[in-house]
């Protein structure tokens, strides 16, 4: 992943102005075809998550279009990313709660969208060692969203990620990087390749 150091955008300010419907999502009802975009279509409170992430998405284009270098291609690949998200959150069907696993992937996508693009102010961030020297250390940011968002630097390598789900607090998953559970003042970073090691908060 490209490192970006971002300021930090506020969505209200960064956020395009979208012509949708009061109660609708974002795309046309009469052309859904999944069952993931008919459910959407039925239940106000996921076509909201829909109509919010879309406000996410358009503040994250926002940043990307405005990089000094590289706009171009990080807004094709945010917007090739976000494609390849809506293919995923269709496959919910095969799941056994259809509403549950969407209202996940929409949670999930927008803590992702706001850790990787610093769209708010990060709740927290700590420094946690996890060997003897720099080259060692995570820094991890983690922001307040429903379902919370995670940053995670490693020198030049950056995870994003959110809270697994609304039922496992301070365990999180990181794309390109594996996972990180929080436990106190030590955080179990374990890699993408099931590598486990315990980390301590400095300071």
């Not at 970006?4 to 956020?15: E, M, R």
């Not at 056994?96 to 992702?112: A, F, K, N, P, V």
Request: glycine share 8%; hydrophobic share 40%; aromatic share 8%.
């Amino acid at each position: 992943m490209i490192r970006y150091h971002l300021a930090a955008v506020p969505l209200v300010a960064a956020t395009a102005t979208l012509c949708l419907a009061q109660d609708g999502p974002t795309f046309d009802c009469a052309k859904a075809e999944s069952s993931a975009e008919k459910l959407i279509c039925e239940d106000p409170a996921l076509a909201a998550l829909d109509r919010r992430l879309a406000e996410v998405f358009e503040a994250a284009v926002a940043v990307t279009s405005g990089l000094d270098v590289g706009a171009q291609t990080a807004t094709d690949e945010l917007r090739a990313y976000q494609r390849g998200w809506i293919k995923g959150r269709d496959e919910c069907w095969k799941e056994t709660d259809l509403r549950s696993c969407i209202e996940t992937e929409y949670l999930r996508r927008e803590g992702e969208l706001v850790a990787e693009w610093m769209l708010e102010e990060p709740a927290s961030v700590t420094t946690y060692l996890c060997g003897q020297g720099p080259a060692d250390e995570l820094i991890i940011y983690l922001f307040p969203n429903e379902l919370p968002g995670i940053r995670v630097e490693r020198g030049d390598s950056i995870g994003v990620g959110a809270q697994t789900s609304v039922n496992t607090p301070d365990t999180y998953y990181l794309r390109q990087m594996g996972s990180v559970t929080l436990n106190g003042p030590e955080a179990l970073w374990e890699d993408a390749y099931g590598k486990a090691t315990t980390c301590t908060a400095q300071g």
